[in-house]
């Protein structure tokens, strides 16, 4: 046998270039000839070789990488060596995907005059091609229409009517796959409709922060006010503050902020209104706390407690010694 410095049998040229899917296995061979028989190596110039995904077969002739990702994409290179010499090839891997999903359009419904948006975001490698049917029809065989356009892949439907009701799909497409989504477009006409009951009433103490809740629905979507007792709204008072639940916040309690307050909610269908009762009560405090005290052993000590209460609470005062909590005895108790 002729000694012979390595030879590739496959593949036979210095390079060569592969399209990888995401996801999906990656193989990559090199088979070699020589004498003394070659060993293979495989080298990654950018970096170690994810060592969870790959496998090495066939005496070192086969990588296969699993679940290929975009972070594999480059530069593989096998090496076959003998005491002869070396032959080697270079594998340039380029990760490329079918569309996926990143916001996939949702049906949703809206009000008379509101502006309706569905997303439709997808990704892949190449970049996918994203077109919309309206009711079937592919959107540049409609009418151009003001009311519609397309912007970053989103369909926008500008002063929607209840006319403009319709299904729409997304389509995004590239040369690895297809993905579809069918969203419906309501536009209905509802009446404002305050879900939160009516004549809650809510405790706290001053100083403290209140949260009287107003959660309306409708279509289109209620505009909620809150109301004193005289008809004026609250929020010239800078300590209330609203949420866009419909929530009203009032910060700094104070005793005079006891009282009805009124959530209207209102619409071009109706309006509707509830009363939420608010009870600022004064704050519990310890006017008067218990004292340090040595005293000989065996004598009697008297700690005192005394504190104020809102009039309208019913008192109570807990003693605790060591953690637990002490029960009134009688005089010859301890």
């Not at 948006?117 to 309206?134: A, H, N």
């Not at 009870?279 to 008297?302: C, F, H, L, M, Y």
Request: proline fraction near 7%; include cysteine; aromatic fraction near 8%.
């Amino acid at each position: 046998m002729i000694d012979r410095k390595p030879r590739l049998l496959f593949p036979t040229n210095s390079s060569s270039h592969l399209v990888a899917l995401q996801g999906q296995p990656l193989v990559l061979e090199c088979i070699a000839e020589g004498f003394p028989t070659p060993t293979i190596k495989w080298l990654r110039p950018s970096g170690p070789m994810p060592a969870d995904r790959v496998t090495y077969q066939n005496h070192n002739k086969t990588l296969q990488l699993l679940k290929v990702g975009e972070e594999d994409d480059g530069e593989y290179r096998c090496l076959a060596e003998n005491s002869l010499g070396s032959a080697r090839h270079a594998y340039y891997v380029t990760v490329e995907a079918a569309p996926y999903w990143l916001h996939k359009p949702q049906s949703h419904l809206y009000g008379p005059g509101e502006t309706a948006r569905l997303d439709c975001q997808v990704q892949g490698r190449p970049q996918p091609e994203v077109t919309w049917r309206i009711n079937g029809i592919p959107m540049e065989e409609l009418a151009k229409d003001q009311k519609y356009r397309i912007q970053r892949g989103a369909l926008i439907l500008s002063n929607a009517q209840p006319s403009d009701t319709m299904v729409t799909q997304c389509e995004a497409r590239n040369r690895h796959g297809l993905l579809l989504a069918n969203a419906y477009i309501y536009v209905v006409q509802l009446p404002a409709k305050i879900l939160t009951a009516d004549n809650q009433t809510y405790m706290a103490v001053q100083g403290s922060t209140a949260y009287l809740l107003c959660k309306a629905f409708g279509a289109p979507v209620p505009s909620v006010q809150w109301l004193d007792e005289d008809g004026t709204t609250v929020l010239q008072d800078e300590r209330f503050f609203p949420y866009a639940n419909g929530t009203l916040g009032i910060r700094d309690l104070q005793a005079n902020d006891t009282g009805r307050y009124f959530c209207l909610a209102a619409n071009d269908q109706n309006n509707v209104t509830i009363v939420a009762n608010l009870k600022v009560k004064d704050a519990t405090q310890i006017t008067q706390g218990p004292r340090s005290a040595i005293e000989k052993k065996g004598s009697r000590v008297t700690f005192t407690c005394q504190a104020s209460f809102d009039p309208s609470l019913q008192p109570s005062i807990t003693w605790r010694g060591d953690g637990r909590d002490l029960q009134e005895l009688g005089d010859s108790d301890k």
